[in-house]
């Protein structure tokens, strides 16, 4: 079966800091590739996805995120956090024989002011 | 607007109380599935829809019900309840004719069986 792992579980930044998020999948097919965001208290929301094409993806809110698909990695990125990113992240994967998602366990960032 | 919504939002109850949680979209997507939340696994996917009348399950269906009589709804039933099925459950829906196989989550609804 699919799994995702993301190995950071809690991360606190200063603002301005640098971000990476690492996500690993297992799968060794064709894959689409998602990280969703979740800010306190609401829903999951799309940051940015991956299909096809350039490996290197932007999303929204400066946001970016890097397909290696020799490492089975999709790692985001953001250059300069602020206070508003601090939210849980979870990256998420498709198999392209499913619809349904896979999701790691998520990343909870805390940005200080 | 295109939304997922869900009901009730927050829910308390008793072990062995059978419970529905509703969850409807306006998007007119044939995809819909359901997935709880649980601090350290991240999501997880009970039950999904591809369409009206195909259900399926997903990695986590123990315990849990779903119908898909119409297109916009996807009702989740729990019929007896029980303290580890206290989470946190999101729907969401998507388009199968969408290339992007993206998924609109709902606002959630956080249950406690005591």
């Known amino acids: 079966a699919q799994s995702v792992s993301q190995h950071n579980h809690h991360v606190i930044l200063s603002e301005a800091a640098s971000l990476e998020l690492g996500c690993n999948y297992s799968?060794?097919?064709?894959?689409?590739l998602f990280w969703y965001v979740q800010y306190p208290g609401q829903h999951l929301q799309l940051l940015l996805k991956y299909f096809s094409g350039d490996p290197l993806v932007k999303g929204i809110k400066g946001f970016e995120a890097e397909f290696i698909k020799s490492k089975f990695s999709f790692n985001l990125r953001k250059p300069s956090v602020q206070w508003s990113d601090t939210a849980e992240y979870f990256c998420a994967v498709r198999d392209t024989g499913r619809r349904a998602l896979t999701f790691g366990s998520g990343t909870r960032l805390q940005v200080q002011p | 607007e295109a939304q997922v919504t869900q009901n009730p939002r927050y829910l308390i109850t008793v072990t062995g109380k059978k419970l529905t949680v509703t969850c409807s979209q306006n998007m007119n997507h044939e995809y819909m599935s359901w997935y709880r939340q649980d601090p350290g696994l991240g999501l997880r996917q009970i039950y999904y829809?591809?369409?009206?009348?195909?259900?399926d399950k997903g990695d986590v269906p123990e315990g849990y019900k779903v119908s898909r009589k119409e297109k916009r709804n996807f009702p989740l039933i729990l019929e007896s309840p029980s303290p580890n099925q206290t989470s946190l459950y999101f729907c969401?829906?998507?388009?199968?004719?969408?290339?992007?196989?993206?998924?609109?989550f709902g606002p959630g609804t956080r249950l406690t069986v005591t």
């Open positions: 829809s591809m369409n009206v009348e195909v259900t």
């Open positions: 969401a829906s998507s388009s199968r004719v969408s290339s992007s196989y993206e998924q609109y």
């Open positions: 799968y060794g097919g064709t894959v689409n």
